[in-house]
């Protein structure tokens, strides 16, 4: 935002970039054009330009739109920064049982899958949502680890990239199948591996790692 | 292919959707037009409209020519129909190493993200294909239990989703950080997964699961 905005100003802003962003995560980027989000945000083509005056720039706001979103979803008091297997557990049953995500994707890897090969240069802003998501996801690896919850063999930036794709990957196969099922098994099978470095006294005695 | 062409007739086809595959895993489906593919294929506009009337039929024959690359690859004798782990470390080596994996991402997964949400009428030709390709590594899968080679308590069509979710899901992580860690963190830890699973007398002694 490189203009200070009136709280009117930043309340119009806002609101168009709350439709766009459902616009796109409907329709694609692609699809989505002035004409639609004029019509679903209630402006004018001018409070339009004013606030997004190239698609480059609107699509630069959805994406720190869905990111902020991503982010503060994965940093909630719900998932308790991922600091034990149940919250990611928790966390795979949330997407599992919302029916968004067999539909549409996520809201940010979808956008991402959309637009990487494009000219857009949002390239930046993609990158570093995607660094601090899969950071969180290591970070509670390490703390579990630190606690001695999962054993010092475990690889926490590995099992977050193994998580954070599972998640995507699994995405874009539920959305081809228009099913669930790929997105479920991969989340379960990525937090079982989890689940295989979690440390307790019964199994150190037959540890076979 | 709706009517029998020619010799000629087929290698102009073939010409024009090897040209298209290239430029649309680029450039992307959108940012692929007419005028280029014109000018890679050396083919005139009614040559192109005569084999490919539209863009959803080009599309179409697009997605079918890479799900046949991408299942031929993958039946190659090169992975003797992943009965064993090597087959699976040697499948990962091979797209770590490839360097337009976190270039362009996966040839049949990139395309299909950029249209899923489109109203190109795709759809069924891309879950056909992504549950072949899923049904490659299950069958492996079951014939390595049924080898005796993996425990009875690995779940192969949950397994092979977990390898088909990485490897889509990591090779897009890998396009927006323009490095191939999170894609190969992610085989990985797939594959280790698939390794605790793996029976030797040894580890029978001692199992836990």
Same mark, same amino acid.
Request: hydrophobic share 40%.
């Given at each position: 935002m490189p203009r200070k905005l009136t709280d009117k100003g930043q309340a119009t802003r806002t609101r168009i970039l709350e439709h766009? $962003?459902?616009?796109?995560? *409907?329709?694609g980027v692609h699809a989505t054009n002035n004409e639609q989000l @004029?019509?679903?945000? #209630?402006? &004018? #083509? &001018?409070?339009?330009?004013?606030?997004?005056p190239t698609k480059e720039s609107l699509v630069l706001a959805v994406i720190a739109w869905q990111a902020d979103r991503v982010l $503060?979803?994965?940093r909630s008091e719900r998932f308790a920064s991922f600091n034990d297997l149940d919250a990611f557990r928790e966390w795979a049953d949330f997407y599992v049982g919302y029916e968004r995500a067999y539909?549409? #994707?996520c809201s940010l890897g979808s956008l991402a899958s959309? !637009?990487?090969k494009t000219d857009l240069d949002v390239h930046d802003e993609l990158a570093s949502a995607f660094d601090q998501w899969r950071d969180i996801f290591r970070d509670g690896l390490q703390?579990?680890? /630190?606690? #001695?919850? !999962? &054993? *010092?063999?475990?690889?926490?930036a590995q099992l977050?990239? =193994? =998580? =954070? &794709? +599972?998640? /995507?990957?699994?995405?874009? =196969? $539920?959305?081809? +199948? @228009?099913d669930i099922t790929p997105l479920k098994d991969a989340l379960q099978a990525a937090i079982d591996y989890v689940q295989t470095f979690v440390r307790s006294p019964e199994i150190d005695v037959l540890q076979v790692r």
């Amino acid at each position: 935002m490189p203009r200070k905005l009136t709280d009117k100003g930043q309340a119009t802003r806002t609101r168009i970039l709350e439709h766009a $962003a459902e616009l796109i995560y *409907t329709k694609g980027v692609h699809a989505t054009n002035n004409e639609q989000l @004029r019509r679903a945000a #209630g402006v &004018s #083509g &001018s409070q339009l330009n004013h606030y997004f005056p190239t698609k480059e720039s609107l699509v630069l706001a959805v994406i720190a739109w869905q990111a902020d979103r991503v982010l $503060a979803f994965h940093r909630s008091e719900r998932f308790a920064s991922f600091n034990d297997l149940d919250a990611f557990r928790e966390w795979a049953d949330f997407y599992v049982g919302y029916e968004r995500a067999y539909q549409e #994707g996520c809201s940010l890897g979808s956008l991402a899958s959309e !637009i990487i090969k494009t000219d857009l240069d949002v390239h930046d802003e993609l990158a570093s949502a995607f660094d601090q998501w899969r950071d969180i996801f290591r970070d509670g690896l390490q703390h579990m680890q /630190q606690l #001695g919850r !999962i &054993s *010092t063999d475990a690889d926490p930036a590995q099992l977050a990239n =193994l =998580l =954070l &794709s +599972a998640f /995507q990957g699994g995405s874009l =196969l $539920a959305q081809v +199948a @228009r099913d669930i099922t790929p997105l479920k098994d991969a989340l379960q099978a990525a937090i079982d591996y989890v689940q295989t470095f979690v440390r307790s006294p019964e199994i150190d005695v037959l540890q076979v790692r």
